[in-house]
């Protein structure tokens, strides 16, 4: 199959998030990486016009949002599926899990918290400790939540790994490197316990930001 370019800043959880589908999927990729602040400049936005990562050349199709990506990798490479095909209710919790994860964790949790906690401090930028207070209740309402669903399942919609799982992982395990995630992650036992089983997994291993900081030198 014609190799994957992956636009994208390593560290990225939304550049994560697809080099884990390719990794699960056994499918060839490369790396075109972008220094911190590159994905808004002219060059970039070409590909991406809202200034976004990661974005994805598939031949001469480029596609860009995770989310499509994850899903055209489960189409063009039904094995292993990461889409649940037994039970309606299973795809529909995948699917709810998604967009959690777009629509509040992102806001609410990774880009307040993780952002200032792990990110900023290797870019030398400052934190705006009030900003950061002011998101845990609405971090701790989505680790609550996500604890909630997950329930005593392996995996976010059942019994096997799914798009939701990928889109989730790689913005807990960034926050897992913040101090406040300590205790959320104490009161949410299970959501720990997944995300160990996850940080298993040899796409997790393959896809940290060591590993692709690495490859991206190396590009």
């Not at 989730?168 to 089983?197: I, T, Y």
Request: hydrophobic content about 45%; some cysteine; overall charge negative.
């Amino acid at each position: 199959m014609t190799d994957f370019i992956v636009y994208g800043i390593p560290g990225s959880p939304y550049l994560r998030k697809v080099l884990l589908g390719l990794e699960e999927k056994n499918l060839p990729w490369r790396l075109s990486p972008l220094g911190f602040g590159e994905h808004k400049h002219p060059a970039h936005v070409e590909r991406h016009p809202f200034g976004r990562i990661p974005v994805v050349d598939h031949g001469d199709f480029r596609l860009y949002e995770a989310q499509a990506i994850l899903r055209y990798l489960d189409r063009i490479a039904p094995e292993p599926p990461l889409t649940p095909s037994d039970d309606p209710r299973k795809e529909a919790r995948m699917n709810q899990i998604c967009g959690i994860v777009d629509s509040y964790l992102m806001n609410d949790l990774s880009a307040p918290i993780t952002f200032a906690r792990v990110v900023a401090p290797k870019f030398g930028l400052p934190v705006d400790e009030a900003k950061l207070e002011a998101a845990l209740p609405r971090a701790a309402i989505c680790m609550a939540e996500l604890s909630r669903l997950l329930g005593e399942q392996d995996f976010m919609a059942g019994d096997a790994i799914s798009i939701a799982d990928l889109m989730l992982a790689p913005h807990l395990a960034a926050f897992a490197g913040a101090g406040e995630s300590k205790p959320m992650f104490a009161r949410q036992p299970n959501l720990r316990r997944w995300l160990e089983r996850m940080n298993e997994r040899p796409s997790m291993q393959a896809t940290t930001w060591e590993r692709v900081t690495e490859i991206a030198q190396a590009a």
